[in-house]
T-cell receptor, first 111, second 116 residues
Framework: NAGVTQTPKFRVLKTGQSMTLLCAQDMNHEYMYWYRQDPGMGLRLIHY???????AKGEVPDGYNVSRLKKQNFLLGLESAAPSQTSVYFC??????????FGPGTRLTVT | AQSVTQPDIHITVSEGASLELRCNYS??????LFWYVQSPGQGLQLLLKYFSGDTLVQGIKGFEAEFKRSQSSFNLRKPSVHWSDAAEYFC??????????????FGQGTILTVHP
């Protein structure tokens, strides 16, 4: 039981490039979330999903898109990366929208 | 709107000393409350949670927390700190329940340093 996994662990992008971060969970959880963590700002919710095929905006959705085509996967896309998107990205999942279980994170640098 | 305040950005304690990390929340209804711990370069690990019932909750690694509605607080405690407890600790409040999606709002975090 791997829990929540994230791919890749590290990535460096140039401004304007695109990429997709993959989150996978093997706990059959309905809810999944994407957060970003920045120094002094804690964790902020980007997008979330309450079930397969659903997505919704969180606190800081601009510049990101998501998809939940399969229950176990939640993808976060950056269409045109900007330096302001340099951050550590965490995915989480939850069985009922209560306690959340986090992945190990993806450290993204945009130059 | 829900919010969480962790008044202490950085706390230093000696190994074996007791620990209390403060957390104050703002939420209109009965909150779901959590404490998470994050070691450097790692993800967040759930230490404990409060949903309802007994206001003193036990968690992993010997941690406990007490929910005090009158003070809007959910402070984390440990009677004797170990060097391996050095990490960053986050308090969080959730709007989970009913048809909510479980929005987690985090505090800014408290960095714990443990001296030998």
């Amino acid at each position: 039981n791997a829990g929540v996994t994230q791919t890749p662990k590290f990535r460096v992008l140039k401004t304007g490039q695109s990429m997709t971060l993959l989150c996978a969970q093997d706990m059959n959880h309905e809810y999944m979330y994407w957060y970003r963590q920045d120094p002094g700002m804690g964790l902020r919710l980007i997008h979330y999903s309450v079930g397969e095929g659903t997505t919704a905006k969180g606190e800081v959705p601009d510049g990101y898109n998501v998809s939940r085509l399969k229950k176990q996967n939640f993808l976060l896309g950056l269409e045109s990366a900007a330096p302001s998107q340099t951050s550590v990205y965490f995915c989480a999942s939850s069985p009922r929208g209560d306690e959340q279980y986090f992945g190990p994170g993806t450290r993204l640098t945009v130059t | 709107a829900q919010s969480v305040t962790q008044p202490d950005i950085h706390i230093t304690v000696s190994e074996g000393a007791s620990l209390e990390l403060r957390c104050n929340y703002s939420y209109g209804a009965t909150p779901y409350l959590f404490w998470y711990v994050q070691s450097p370069g790692q993800g967040l690990q759930l230490l404990l949670k409060y949903f309802s019932g007994d206001t003193l909750v036990q968690g992993i690694k010997g941690f406990e927390a007490e929910f005090k509605r009158s003070q809007s607080s959910f402070n984390l405690r440990k009677p004797s700190v170990h060097w391996s407890d050095a990490a960053e600790y986050f308090c969080a409040v959730s709007n989970a329940g009913g048809t909510s999606y479980g929005k987690l709002t985090f505090g800014q975090g408290t960095i714990l340093t443990v001296h030998p």
